[in-house]
């Protein structure tokens, strides 16, 4: 049996939108790749999720749900969609 992970928030504590960076997001498009996203562990920091690592809270997306976009994409104020 696969178990499906949880997706993480799409905002941070902060209120920080973890796929475009904006403080209090509420861009359609990133709603929308957020709830259509499925995550899986980090490979990086193999979920633990320290500092340096840019996954969110030690999940990283597999999917996304805009067309011709990476699905993650590190960049320096979020995810790139």
Do not use: K
């Not at 562990?41 to 805009?66: E, F, H, K, N, Q």
């Amino acid at each position: 049996m696969i178990r499906r992970l949880a997706r993480p928030p799409r905002l941070t504590f902060a209120d920080i939108c973890i796929w475009c960076g904006q403080f209090g997001c509420t861009d359609s498009e990133c709603v929308a790749s957020h709830n259509d996203s499925t995550w899986r562990i980090c490979p990086d920091c193999r979920g633990t999720a320290p500092g340096w690592c840019m996954c969110a809270y030690g999940l990283v997306p597999t999917t996304s749900a805009v067309p011709d976009r990476p699905a993650w994409a590190p960049l320096e104020s979020g995810w790139a969609r």
